[in-house]
């Protein structure tokens, strides 16, 4: 151990001292990570530092040059692999010469780096046995992206767009997305990400030229919902848009078609006014800095947790008779006559924003003593 401790400490350097790793060296990061003398997340780490620089200038048909290796080391306990803020731009050249070699990656982890979007493509077709993917704070480089696995069980996805050509960047459009994870469970969409307008790549790394300012979500709603209700997996669905295209329709399609979501979390919406949701196996709904909604009708018999911070909801038709925490701010007489409705159906209840509900909760006296619930 005392070895691969210093060999460690010295992979960092590699990039401003010693240039591309030679032959040897990749050799002892080869075997040190199929004989799992190191970590998992220092192995990904190791691989992130030493492949920028021997891969940066990797060609088509060139496969063979990985970790300045003479030929491809394949690494087949390697779990899990994190490029995190990369230096160098993943293209298909990288993707090609990487996944290939990593049969059994469970876990990819490129957040905060430029991505091609045959990047991202190819690994998931390369990646049989990939469960986790996260692209939060990244840059997608194309005119459309298309994401497809039969493992994949996790996506987090938060990311700005950048057209491949300035005509398509001045089109003003979200670039299309498509989905298909028919065993995916969590889904993190974050798509309030700009789209920015062009970028030109020179050896110094990626410049970006200029930034679309006028509010258009990085990627296109209009397939989106479609492509959720196929995932009949999912149990977990957080999106955070501010698209106008996150309405009642999309809400009602997607928990209708869903039946094993257990809970659904949107965020900062401005199309959701009279939300719908029937669903019986739903165990928790946020709708947070949703300023459009003003309606709400649940029948859900088996939702544990309600949380409505930033809605302006004013009437509500409720059936949770499961309820036992209520994130509901009571800032009106209306806000008052829902919560006292809400407390009065729920039995088990035992927090009320974020305190416990007892004779002692401050807002004791807003509902009324006798809509209080003891709790022993």
Do not use: W
């Amino acid at each position: 151990m005392e070895n691969s401790k210093v060999y460690y400490i010295a992979v960092p350097r590699y990039p401003r001292a010693l240039g591309r790793p030679n032959e040897e060296q990749s050799r002892k990061i080869a075997s040190m990570i199929d004989k799992k003398i190191l970590p998992a997340k220092e192995m990904g780490e190791i691989l992130r530092v030493a492949l920028p620089v021997s891969l940066y200038e990797a060609l088509p048909g060139k496969a063979s040059v990985f970790l300045g290796a003479a030929h491809s080391p394949v690494y087949p306990k390697l779990s899990y692999f994190c490029l995190r803020k990369c230096d160098a731009r993943c293209d298909l050249c990288i993707a090609l010469v990487l996944f290939p070699n990593t049969p059994r990656l469970v876990e990819l982890d490129a957040s905060g780096c430029h991505l091609d979007v045959d990047f991202l493509s190819t690994a998931l077709h390369y990646l049989p046995m990939l469960k986790t993917l996260t692209v939060r704070e990244a840059i997608i480089h194309g005119n459309e992206l298309f994401l497809e696995s039969d493992s994949l069980e996790l996506l987090a996805l938060s990311a700005s767009t950048c057209r491949t050509s300035l005509s398509e960047a001045k089109s003003q459009h979200p670039t299309p997305l498509r989905l298909k994870f028919p065993r995916l469970k969590q889904l993190f969409l974050d798509l309030n990400c700009p789209i920015l307008h062009h970028a030109k790549v020179t050896k110094q790394g990626t410049k970006l030229l200029s930034k679309n300012t006028a509010g258009v979500p990085p990627f296109s709603m209009s397939t989106l919902s479609q492509d959720l209700c196929n995932m009949s997996a999912l149990e977990y669905l957080a999106v955070s848009s501010s698209s106008p295209d996150v309405d009642d329709i999309f809400i009602e399609a997607v928990t209708k078609s869903l039946k094993r979501l257990k809970v659904l979390n949107i965020d900062g919406s401005t199309g959701l006014k009279r939300v719908r949701i029937d669903h019986e196996g739903l165990s928790e709904l946020i709708l947070r800095n949703c300023s459009t909604a003003f309606s709400l009708t649940l029948d859900c018999p088996n939702l544990r947790h309600l949380a409505l911070p930033g809605c302006p909801i004013r009437t509500a038709d409720l059936h949770i008779p499961m309820l036992q925490t209520l994130d509901f701010k009571l800032s009106s007489d209306v806000s008052k006559v829902i919560a006292s409705s809400i407390v009065r159906a729920s039995p088990d209840l035992v927090e009320l924003n974020g305190l416990p509900f007892d004779e002692s909760h401050p807002d004791a006296r807003e509902l009324g003593a006798e809509d209080m619930c003891t709790v022993s």
